[in-house]
């Protein structure tokens, strides 16, 4: 009977656990990973969407790291954030723990009263997106808070 009841538990936790983001290009709009659109010959639109594994900031660091390759592979060394948006798309957080519900009624026969005891496996599947759109240039890094050298952010190995 022990056995069966922590099989049952490691199948709960199991199924509440969401997969851990993987960088790479997404399967669809609705996935995890990254995607990007051309918008003019140096404007893109990079977008990076992550289950809750990881934090807001981390998936758009991850965006960048993608602006960044872009960027490298269409022969730009340097691009400037124009506009970013980063903010949960999706899914939710419910809490795990115990709960305890009590009840009663009256009536013509009789009262009673009632205990109940409950556990809930909580799940977080909150998905989040980060949107940048990013103008790509050659030659000196302008010398701006939302300018970035494309080398230098695939380097720092986000």
Same mark, same amino acid.
């Given at each position: ?87 949960? &798309? #999706? %899914? *939710?957080?419910?809490?795990? @723990?115990? /709960? !305890? =519900? &009590? #009840? %009663? *009624?009256?009536?013509?026969? @009789?009262? /009673? !009263? =009632?205990? #109940? ?42």
């Amino acid at each position: 009977m022990k056995r069966f009841i922590g099989a049952f538990a490691l199948l709960a936790l199991a199924a509440c656990a969401t997969p851990p983001t993987v960088y790479g290009p997404a399967a669809a709009s609705d996935k995890m990973g990254y995607r990007e659109q051309r918008i003019e010959t140096d404007r893109y639109r990079v977008s990076f969407r992550a289950n809750a594994d990881l934090k807001p900031p981390q998936v758009e660091d991850l965006a960048l790291r993608r602006a960044a390759e872009l960027a490298v592979t269409q022969g730009y060394q340097w691009f400037r954030v124009v506009t970013r948006n980063t903010d949960w &798309v #999706g %899914g *939710s957080n419910t809490p795990s @723990g115990p /709960s !305890v =519900g &009590v #009840g %009663g *009624s009256s009536g013509t026969y @009789g009262s /009673s !009263v =009632g205990l #109940g005891l409950g556990f809930t496996f909580g799940s977080d599947n909150r998905q989040y997106q980060s949107v940048l759109e990013v103008l790509m240039g050659r030659g000196p890094k302008p010398s701006e808070p939302n300018a970035y050298d494309a080398q230098q952010v695939l380097s720092r190995g986000t």
